[in-house]
């Protein structure tokens, strides 16, 4: 699957009550359950674990599964990172990751995959909503050095200042800018700024994908088919998990 979007043809929107419905479902801002990053009601959740990579460059994957086989832990619902990192007994072999997890964001080949899967549970995969956090620092990029120019560069700033300065979604703890479109619009800014949305949903409330900036795994709730689906796909890593579960143990 690719994108041929842009940031500056997407459909940037005004229409914050889009998202008011999460707002009422989510558990207060903090509470360390999984309900105060998605929203509760949904039949089924799951808990995708961004990947680390292998080198500077990417040069490969490193799920979770091949640290816990590494570290002699165990991958469940609520351990973070830290601690399934840490060796459980003696190792007789180099860590297999050099960088760690991103926080807040899907890389993109686990959001190509969620939008293929998610196109399938949603009459609405047109019509889709999109939250990014407004902390983000886009509008204040450093230059941007490229090999045989003579001046620096600087890249610009893709939400547009009428959107900045513009209504946002308000919820507990944090902001976001909105943005509507089609479900292939998720992967808008993972080739721009490595970011995928912080959250986003169709407009028939069928799922909610959410990305919390300080973690680095996205919880998704939706449908039981929808989220056997995507435990099922060897395309993502992913576990099961409650609303009620903690976020981190």
Aim: net charge negative.
């Amino acid at each position: 699957m690719t994108n041929g979007n842009s940031p500056a043809d997407i459909e940037w929107s005004q229409e914050v009550e889009a998202a008011a419905w999460i707002e009422k479902r989510l558990h207060p801002f903090g509470h360390n359950d999984i309900g105060s990053v998605v929203p509760e009601g949904f039949d089924s959740y799951v808990r995708l674990l961004h990947p680390c990579r292998s080198g500077p460059i990417g040069e490969r994957v490193v799920r979770w599964s091949e640290v816990a086989q590494w570290s002699g832990r165990q991958v469940n619902g609520s351990i973070s990172f830290e601690e399934l990192s840490k060796p459980s007994g003696p190792v007789h072999n180099p860590f297999p990751w050099f960088e760690e997890p991103e926080q807040g964001t899907l890389t993109r080949g686990d959001t190509e995959a969620l939008v293929s899967i998610l196109s399938a549970y949603t009459a609405t995969p047109e019509q889709c909503w999109f939250c990014v956090w407004n902390g983000y620092g886009w509008d204040r990029h450093g230059p941007l050095h490229r090999r045989g120019t003579p001046k620096p560069e600087y890249l610009p700033d893709p939400i547009p200042a009428k959107v900045r300065n513009g209504r946002l979604v308000r919820l507990p703890g944090r902001e976001y800018y909105l943005y509507r479109g089609p479900i292939a619009q998720a992967l808008t800014f993972v080739d721009y700024e490595r970011q995928s949305p912080n959250l986003w949903w169709p407009e028939d409330r069928l799922w909610c994908v959410a990305s919390e900036i300080d973690l680095c795994w996205t919880y998704v709730g939706g449908s039981r088919d929808m989220t056997d689906a995507i435990l099922s796909d060897d395309r993502l890593e992913s576990v099961g998990v409650l609303i009620c579960d903690p976020v981190v143990a």
